[in-house]
């Protein structure tokens, strides 16, 4: 270790950095971790850089996913840079927003869905679910679909600070029907199973970024597509209607809260 110097703020002058051990409990789980921090020999304050404790924080989430299974942020970092993968090639395989793959690499702990699609997009040969309806994932075309809800709804389906509660209801089914009837999805989004129905994963994360996105940048919906969506529209003309369908889908009910509802179970769907 390299010897370095910091002061001591109650003016015993150079404060020594020196390794530590930290037994902390992280979600249950009791962990000890290595760190380095500022120590004075005078007064015996200690003391840690933003540096230091975030460095610290990002070990004790490693320690944590090493634990649990999941993989640690360098370990996907590495994993990604071996695929020559990208932040952003990595979030389109998954179809998540790329903030979540910049938490992840950075000590943010993933859940156990979210390593499970990690590992699909390194190892695809694993691929057990079809997680995005054959198509690659858009945020610009989910708001492209929304905004087909919103001319026949008369009013915006996604509002800023929105938990889409509705909106992600009728954007499943809007997906779910297409890869059903066309083949693929219309939006490449993938859906887990959570107490209040299917909702996007990582819905909180991708809210604002899908009503700040660029729609013209969407490949646009085809006249299929639009009937589809004309049909939910006609199938629930309340977007609570599509609310409280979703929880009458056995393809819903029959999954855990978190996981993924993959479009193979599509061809089950039974209120549209």
């Not at 992280?26 to 007064?43: E, H, N, P, V």
């Not at 992600?168 to 083949?183: N, P, S, T």
């Not at 990582?202 to 009937?227: F, G, W």
Request: proline share 3%; net charge neutral.
């Amino acid at each position: 270790m390299n010897e370095q110097m910091h002061n001591c703020p109650n003016g015993h002058g150079f404060m020594e950095l020196t390794e530590y051990e930290q037994q902390v409990t992280f979600r249950g789980i009791d962990l000890t971790c290595k760190g380095t921090q500022y120590a004075c020999k005078t007064c015996g304050l200690l003391t840690a850089s933003i540096k230091q404790a975030g460095a610290m924080q990002r070990a004790i989430a490693d320690h944590y996913r090493a634990k649990k299974g999941l993989m640690t942020g360098q370990e996907i970092k590495i994993k990604r840079k071996e695929l020559d993968m990208t932040q952003k090639s990595l979030a389109d395989a998954m179809s998540v927003g790329i903030a979540s793959i910049k938490r992840w690499e950075g000590g943010i702990v993933q859940t156990p869905g979210m390593d499970k699609l990690l590992r699909q997009a390194f190892w695809p040969n694993e691929r057990e679910i079809t997680v995005s309806g054959n198509r690659p994932f858009s945020i610009e075309r989910i708001k492209l679909v929304l905004m087909e809800f919103d001319t026949l709804y008369h009013h915006n389906v996604l509002k800023d600070g929105d938990k889409l509660l509705y909106s992600a209801k009728l954007l499943w089914y809007a997906d779910m029907a297409a890869h059903r009837e066309l083949g693929r999805s219309m939006t490449g989004a993938t859906y887990a199973a959570l107490a209040m129905g299917s909702q996007l994963n990582n819905y909180t994360e991708l809210a604002p970024d899908i009503l700040h996105s660029d729609e013209r940048k969407a490949e646009p919906l085809t006249p299929e597509e639009k009937r589809i969506i004309r049909r939910i529209y006609d199938k629930f003309p309340q977007e609570k209607d599509a609310f409280h369908a979703s929880h009458r889908e056995a393809i819903w009910i029959k999954r855990s809260i978190g996981e993924i509802i993959p479009y193979a179970d599509s061809s089950e769907l039974q209120e549209l």
